[in-house]
T-cell receptor, first 114, second 115 residues
């Protein structure tokens, strides 16, 4: 069965610390990969996405993610977090079949201490 | 950018009543929309795919008679929770893909509390 795993459920960091959130998926075919962020009281917003090409993808607000096909992983990184990065982060996968159906990970709640 | 709205943002209802939630794509047309349900501290679970002009496609385990979906126009999909019960209390989120981007845009969600 298709699934997406996010191993870190809660992460607490101090400002300026580096961030890496893990995402692993289980799917036999080609996928598109996404990271979404949900700030408190707001809707899901796209941080970045990977369809093909360079496996290192840069997104908004200084975030980046690396697709490692052999590990079925798409980890999110940011060199130096800010208090405003406090939010919930969701990894999502969709098979490259044009259905747009997303499979979401369980989410990681990040709290950045000022 | 593409904007998706939902109405209402929150609703409280008595057990046994029906509740309708609207999802609108404000600046683009969407032949397909998706409805998700999010329980506290859990991920988004896809409930159904709403198809303009045809029947919705429900995910396994989702009761189609309980969660009625209507996609009457290219910018509006509605989810009606019929005969709501406390266990239906949840956060309901819709999304719509923007053609050519293969990316979904999400509404702000509707929090339903059934007493």
């Amino acid at each position: 069965a298709q699934s997406v795993s996010q191993h870190n459920h809660h992460v607490i960091l101090s400002e300026a610390a580096s961030l890496e959130l893990g995402c692993n998926y289980s799917y036999g075919g080609t996928v598109n990969l996404f990271w979404y962020v949900q700030y408190p009281g707001q809707h899901l917003q796209l941080l970045l996405k990977y369809f093909s090409g360079d496996p290192l993808v840069k997104g908004i607000k200084g975030f980046e993610a690396e697709f490692i096909k052999s590990k079925f992983s798409f980890n999110l990184r940011k060199p130096s977090v800010q208090w405003s990065d406090t939010a919930e982060y969701f990894c999502a996968v969709t098979p490259v079949s044009g259905t747009y159906k997303y499979i979401f990970g369980t989410g990681t709640r990040l709290k950045v201490l000022a | 950018g593409a904007v998706v709205s939902q109405h209402p943002s929150w609703v409280i209802c008595k057990s046994g009543t029906s509740v309708k939630i609207e999802c609108r794509s404000l600046d683009f047309q969407a032949t397909t929309m998706f409805w998700y349900r999010q329980f506290p501290k859990q991920s988004l679970m896809l409930m159904a795919t709403s198809n303009e002009g045809s029947k919705a496609t429900y995910e396994q385990g989702v009761e189609k008679d309980k969660f009625l979906i209507n996609h009457a126009s290219l910018t509006l999909s509605t989810l009606t929770v019929t005969s709501a019960h406390p266990e239906d209390s949840s956060f309901y989120i819709c999304s719509a893909p923007l053609a050519g981007e293969e990316t979904q845009y999400f509404g702000p969600g509707t929090r339903l509390l059934v007493l």
